[in-house]
């Protein structure tokens, strides 16, 4: 009954078009009336200590660095750099995505940022090339979800906050992973554009190379700064994303001279209304999240798993069967707050290692964001590439296949993460 009345509420809140934070807020007012303890002191206590968390504070500062690297010249350098080295063989463009997208994520951690900022710089030249707009959208649109797997990962400190699971592990993890999905990207463009009859731009020479990878230089120096500093145990996650957001800005203005005063104003207040809405959702979420362990819903889930608690293999892919059904109606931020807490203990009793899971958990939370019907990537790429929604949706299925694809070799051979992870990790 307690697990119908929180899932009932919050589906009958999201069906009359309430905004997701509030969704919330009401399945956790429902579940305190059925459980009879009903406090609006409880409830706002739970409110504020949701937000009140000192690794939380990596989520504005990693907004904040994706958006000066997108303003500040960063991403545009990036991308040159990726053209200048695949941008003249066959299907250049799409590896140039690729290459680009993988090299954004390990500087942003933000699907929405790096889907835009590809859009806005790449989609134009795909188009201006002669390849199908749709296809090229959607290539951006599955690259762009590499942004919460590769650290540093917005997505993975949200989950190891949520889980009480090491956010350096996690990224540290995720390292392999992120460049797998790369790579099956890789494979399925060279598949698909092997028909497409589109000249590629000329061979650029040793010194247009060299003065890509000078000018990208102080970018990529970033992603290393990042994980030497963590591997090393010089700062944590949370001060990584301190150092991220003041170096990008010290790259932008005094290095690139592409970010002024007044653009800088405008940043802030972009990072900040969206920092706002992911750190309402989050402390919104912990209301639910307190109540579930009071009502001892994770024990039910448990019941329900029992089954398959014998095989880790089965009850890992019924785990990501489940997550892929929520990715396709809830954004990635409510569906790691929402499930976390009930899926956590299973994944414990079963004897799957957190850090494996996370990961895996993450993963499919990035694919959700390029499943229809909600996408939030593919409605960033339809409104910054000026496509109908369907268009990019045709476009981005053979890339959301390949996905999901790596996903469950992954689940088949946890291998492919833990021994890197543990590699990375030391």
Not at 61 to 72: D, K
Request: proline share 6%; aromatic share 8%; glycine share 10%.
């Amino acid at each position: 009954m307690t697990l119908t009345v929180f899932i009932g509420s919050l589906l009958l809140a999201m069906a009359i078009g309430m905004p997701i934070s509030f969704a919330l807020l009401a399945s956790g007012v429902a579940l305190m009336w059925q459980l009879d303890l009903f406090d609006a002191q409880i409830l706002t206590q739970n409110l504020i200590g949701g937000a009140d968390s000192f690794p939380l504070l990596a989520v504005p500062f990693f907004m904040l660095a994706g958006e000066i690297m997108n303003v500040g010249g960063l991403s545009k350098r990036i991308v040159n750099l990726a053209l200048s080295l695949v941008g003249h063989v066959r299907g250049g463009l799409g590896y140039v995505t690729i290459m680009a997208g993988c090299l954004l994520s390990a500087l942003s951690g933000s699907a929405v940022a790096d889907a835009a900022a590809l859009t806005a710089l790449l989609l134009p030249m795909m188009t201006a090339a002669g390849h199908d707009k749709a296809r090229a959208g959607g290539l951006i649109a599955a690259t762009g979800i590499i942004g919460p797997v590769i650290p540093p990962s917005i997505g993975l400190v949200i989950f190891g906050v949520a889980a009480n699971v090491s956010i350096s592990k996690l990224f540290l993890a995720a390292i392999a992973p992120g460049l797998m999905i790369g790579g099956a990207l890789w494979i399925t463009w060279a598949w698909v554009v092997r028909r497409e009859k589109v000249e590629p731009p000329p061979r650029k020479s040793r010194r247009e190379i060299l003065a890509a990878a000078r000018e990208a230089g102080w970018a990529l120096l970033l992603p290393v700064i990042i994980l030497v500093g963590l591997r090393m145990g010089v700062f944590t996650p949370t001060e990584a994303a301190v150092v991220a957001a003041v170096y990008a800005f010290a790259v932008a203005t005094f290095v690139y001279r592409e970010l002024n005063f007044w653009q800088l104003r405008d940043v802030f207040v972009a990072a900040a209304k969206t920092s706002a809405v992911v750190m309402f959702l989050i402390a919104a979420a912990m209301v639910s999240a307190w109540l579930i362990t009071v009502a001892d819903l994770p024990s039910k889930v448990v019941g329900l798993l029992e089954p398959f608690m014998g095989n880790k293999v089965l009850l890992m892919i019924g785990i990501m069967v489940l997550v892929m059904v929520v990715g396709t109606a809830l954004d990635m931020t409510p569906t790691i707050l929402i499930l976390t807490p009930v899926l956590m203990p299973v994944v414990i009793k079963a004897g799957i290692d957190p850090v494996y899971f996370g990961v895996m958990f993450i993963i499919n939370n990035s694919i959700g964001l390029i499943t229809p019907p909600v996408g939030v990537v593919l409605n960033v790429v339809a409104g910054v590439g000026r496509m109908k929604m369907d268009e990019v949706t045709r476009g981005v299925l053979p890339f959301m296949a390949a996905e999901f694809a790596i996903m469950f070799v992954m689940v088949l051979f946890p291998s492919l993460v833990t021994v890197p992870a543990r590699w990375f990790g030391g």
